[in-house]
């Protein structure tokens, strides 16, 4: 009974100790908490007074557009150069050739800034050069998603630059905090966005970029990233460029640039978008008159699980099955080149419209529960006709990974538009 006893008592107190040691620390988390706080506040005073953000360690950083930091900085011959491309305009666009009313289309922005809705009168950001002293570029690649690319400019003043697909994120601090010292270089050209290394990104955020540094004799400091996919090199070759003759730079090390050139392009702008087909000879081809379907039965996401309701009403019509990811880069320009008429599931692989020639027939096959409106943008600025039809998601993924199921009775009710005379 005695230890029984003892054994009760010593319990009570183990609770009383546990409960003291819980006060002590919720009292010390509080604390701290408070002088995270505090710190917090006087780091983000610090950086506003313009003090050097690595200080802290890169927590507290400002940001601003880089017309903002003209702005801010004056008619300073020290702050740099800027020159308008174009200017911001509104471009006017016709709607889905299946679609007889604006208000037909989503009006869901979701991740892109804009929904279809827009399109017709979408609002296209400047194009501007500009040349910036004292920059440090840094960078990161997320594991979680694929590895994609992630990079950030910090101008001197250390705030960073915002620009489209180009911002400063928190992993951008701790990649800069365990950095080793930064590479100096005396003069470079940044071109690169998140995920270049995608196929639709290379092709409608990246090459229109090099395509209009080339036109104004600007290639010589551009930078090309270390990693790259057989289709940047090979839209590269096929313009006659060497990626071997470009600069690059050490991806585990900061770049830090005395003098940095810096494009900012609106991704679906149609002066920009039409370099391409000028640049790749689609304007001299000779008249199209291939009809292509492009199957994705092969890629890992977003395959369409009834093609083969689909196939049997295309292929009576003369239409081509193709894989795009078995083709090289010079092969699908080519194939496209010679296209007419495209039919594809939404993917990557429907940006390569962009070499086909103008009033090709395109009809992208499209979940619209979750809508993306960047293919009819794409369409629309190099003066396609286009034709959107719904399909239904499939699969309890990720909206971007899941597979799409289309009624063929929607396919075949547009087809003899595609197969029949109709005006561009």
């Known amino acids: 009974m005695g230890k029984m006893v003892a054994h009760s008592q010593q319990s009570v107190a183990a609770a009383k100790r546990n409960q003291l040691r819980s006060a002590a620390g919720r009292s010390w988390d509080a604390t701290t908490g408070k002088i995270r706080s505090a710190l917090g506040r006087v780091a983000s005073a610090a950086v506003a ?77 400047e194009t501007f050069i500009a040349t910036l002293p004292d920059c440090l570029i840094t960078w990161y690649r997320d594991p979680s998603k694929a590895d994609d690319f992630y990079p950030a400019i910090l101008n001197q003043d250390r705030r960073a630059l915002m620009m489209r697909e180009v911002r400063f994120r928190p992993l951008h601090a701790e990649t800069l905090r365990s950095a080793p010292r930064p590479v100096r ?80 392009t609106d991704r679906f702008r149609p002066e920009l978008l039409r370099l391409i087909p000028e640049a790749y000879g689609v304007n001299e081809a000779a008249q199209p008159h291939r009809k292509v379907f492009i199957s994705r039965l092969k890629a890992a996401r977003r395959r369409l699980v009834n093609e083969n309701e689909v196939w049997p009403l295309l292929e009576p019509l003369g239409f081509e099955r193709v894989f795009m990811e078995e083709l090289s880069f010079e092969a699908q320009v080519q194939l496209m080149r010679e296209t007419a008429v495209l039919v594809a599931p939404h993917g990557a692989g429907l940006t390569n419209m962009v070499f086909c020639p103008e009033g090709a027939r395109i009809v992208e096959i499209a979940d619209l529960g979750f809508p993306n409106p960047n293919f009819y943008a794409v369409a629309s600025a190099m003066g396609h006709n286009y034709w959107l039809v719904q399909a239904e998601s499939e699969g309890d993924v990720h909206p971007l990974e899941k597979d799409l199921r289309v009624d063929p009775a929607a396919v075949a009710e547009i087809l003899p538009q595609l197969t029949g005379s109709q005006k561009a």
């Not at 090199?233 to 003098?259: C, H, I, K, N």
């Open 185 to 264: 270089l005396k003069r470079a050209t940044w071109f690169i966005e998140r995920v270049y290394h995608n196929h639709s990104h290379w092709l409608t955020a990246h090459l229109p970029k090099l395509l209009l540094l080339r036109e104004r004799g600007m290639l010589g400091q551009v930078l090309l990233p270390p990693d790259r996919s057989p289709a940047i090199d090979g839209s590269l070759r096929m313009l006659g460029l060497a990626p071997e003759d470009f600069q690059t730079y050490d991806s585990s090390r900061p770049l830090a640039v005395d003098e940095l050139t810096i494009v900012g």
């Open 49 to 125: 007074r313009e003090v050097n953000p690595a200080w802290f360690g890169y927590r507290r950083i400002l940001h601003e557009t880089v017309p903002d930091y003209f702005k801010r900085r004056g008619e300073n011959a020290q702050a740099g150069s800027f020159t308008t491309v174009h200017r911001e305009n509104v471009a006017r666009h016709p709607l889905p050739r299946n679609f007889s009313s604006r208000d037909e289309l989503p009006d869901d922005q979701g991740w892109w800034g804009y929904s279809f809705w827009d399109v017709p009168q979408r609002r296209s950001s």
